[in-house]
């Protein structure tokens, strides 16, 4: 185990710790005597976020389920049948219900920077409470949805609430996982994402045909509401890269001005960055009394400064295009699966065979990518060579799946193809974390995601449906999409020849290094080491 000698130090402090407090009590220990203890709390951190990240998940796979989006009605030859699920209770035609699949996009787009920009004036971790409940609230309130437009509001604050998650939750795995584990540890957190969608079709499917498709939301809704509990009683945890001191914890200093312009030790000037200097004078005359309008325009001034020194890297964007092609054929293959497998094989159970598939390929194809990574050496090159050989692997086996006209040869091609696929997951995200300084991972999280989603899975549902609207042919579209992986495979392919650097240990925007933040106090609350030295 390899924890540095101040953790060590501090692991033998009676302190209260940070992490799941046998899930409700208000100490998770009361005494440390070893620091297997402190990477137990941390293991039960990686955890909690696996289990939000999977019911995330599950609610994609849940809206994709033939049991919960059901089937549009139709007529033919005198005889009518009614449509069933939500395609048949609001009538929507293959384009809508694209739209409906990707309307968490909408809030997704909108919440992930302001989420990533608020991480340096908010604590983190209460973000990512704040964020949940939002998603809580949204779930419930799809299965209340009376129409086309209701339910597509409803979906748009799901995004709002996985926004703050997914900007958050690997930055804090990363910072906590062992040195020699970073890759499998994000392995495991996106094990879930696959894991998720496959439970999703499975538990769709059978609640919508056995209850109805709006029981299936408020369960999910009641699945996150204790985390949402615990997102606001555990003791917050500190990101590396970030520090938030007593005056700023709770308000930020957007609402304590004179906090920004304080000096740090070396006489520097902090808080505003290069360019943005004379802003605040710009501001017309109206906003001049108000000390909260002049830092709303400073907070977009480091918006675009963090922004600009994103779009410079270049291997953050050439991993991140490919990602989108990637993500592209992953969303349409997610949401359009199970209807294009029951027309092409007639599967009796379309949802369950895509979810069995699915999350057996997904575990063990995600862990697979995440250990292999450590085992060759976590390095970006490294890690841009699986990204391409696998995905190139993948694309040729699924491609070969769906040209075979008897369901028992696709099985086993689309089989290995999945697993092969899905060893990308670790890969792609190390390289989000650590191409970055650390201050910046938040916004490298959530600019990543939003990319990949509105140039991704976001148009390819629609552009999939509007496609088989018009070819009438499931086998010709599931090819043509599948072709699209390629393009994914020439963008990792050329990372591998650019020059990258690790930032993990690059010194933060506070001055101090970034590994040594993290060794200082990634678990522990400042308070409590105080009050034990007292």
């Known amino acids: 185990m390899n924890l540095g000698s101040r953790e060590l130090q501090l692991s033998c402090h009676c302190i209260r710790l940070s992490c799941l407090p046998t899930f409700l009590n208000k100490s998770c220990c009361s005494t440390l005597t070893s620091a297997l203890i402190l990477q137990r709390c941390r293991f039960r951190l990686l955890v909690m976020f696996c289990i939000i990240n999977m019911l995330n998940y599950v609610d994609r796979g849940v809206i994709a389920s033939n049991g919960v989006n059901g089937s549009r009605g139709s007529c033919s030859g005198g005889t009518c049948t009614s449509g069933s699920g939500i395609q048949g209770d609001f009538n929507l035609n293959n384009f809508e219900d694209g739209v409906l699949s990707s309307a968490f996009m909408v809030g997704l787009l909108v919440a992930s920077p302001i989420f990533a920009s608020l991480a340096k004036i908010h604590n983190p971790f209460r973000l990512i409470g704040v964020g949940l409940l939002v998603w809580t609230i949204a779930t419930a309130g799809c299965g209340c949805s009376f129409d086309f437009w209701s339910i597509t509001i409803c979906r748009m604050l799901v995004g709002v609430g996985e926004a703050s998650f997914i900007s958050l939750a690997a930055p804090f795995i990363d910072d906590n996982a062992p040195v020699a584990q970073k890759t499998a540890w994000l392995a495991m957190f996106y094990m879930c994402i696959p894991t998720g969608i496959a439970l999703g ?55 304590n001005p004179e906090l920004r312009d304080e000096t740090n030790n070396n006489g520097i000037k902090q808080g505003v960055p290069a360019g943005t200097e004379g802003l605040t004078e710009k501001i017309p005359q109206r906003f001049s009394f108000s000390s909260f309008g002049k830092k709303v325009m400073i907070e977009i001034g480091h918006f675009g400064q963090d922004m600009k020194e994103l779009l410079q890297e270049k291997v953050y964007v050439i991993n991140v295009l490919g990602y989108i092609a990637y993500n592209f054929v992953i969303g349409a293959y997610s949401y359009w699966g199970p209807k294009a497998g029951q027309d092409i094989y007639k599967m009796a159970s379309a949802d369950l065979m895509f979810g069995g598939i699915t999350i057996v390929c997904g575990i063990f194809g995600t862990l697979a990518g995440g250990f292999i990574l450590d085992k060759i050496e976590s390095t970006i090159s490294n890690a841009f060579k699986l990204l391409s050989g696998a995905t190139f692997l993948g694309a040729i086996f699924c491609f070969s799946a769906f040209c075979f006209k008897s369901l028992y040869g696709f099985i086993p091609f689309f089989s290995v193809g999945e697993l092969l696929v899905f060893a990308t997951q670790a890969p792609v995200n190390y390289i989000c974390l650590h191409c970055v300084k650390p201050s910046l991972r938040p916004l490298s999280m959530a600019m990543s995601t939003v990319s990949i989603h509105i140039f991704g899975d976001v148009p390819s549902s629609p552009l999939v449906g509007l496609l088989q609207d018009n070819i009438h042919n499931w086998r010709a579209t599931a090819l043509t999409l599948t072709s699209i992986l390629f393009i ?47």
């Open 201 to 255: 079709y499975v538990y769709g499917g059978l609640v919508g045909k056995r209850l109805h498709w709006r029981a299936a939301f408020w369960g999910e809704s009641i699945l996150m509401l204790p985390f949402v509990i615990l997102g606001f009683v555990i003791k917050p945890l500190e990101l590396k890269g970030f520090t938030h001191n007593k005056k700023t914890k709770e308000y930020g200093p957007m609402l």
């Open 488 to 534: 994914a495979v020439i963008f990792w392919f050329i990372g591998i020849f650019v020059r990258s650097v690790d930032r993990f240990n690059e010194q933060s925007e506070h001055g101090l290094p970034a590994a040594e933040r993290s060794n200082l106090r990634p678990l522990l609350d400042e308070s409590d080491e105080a009050r034990t030295s007292q």
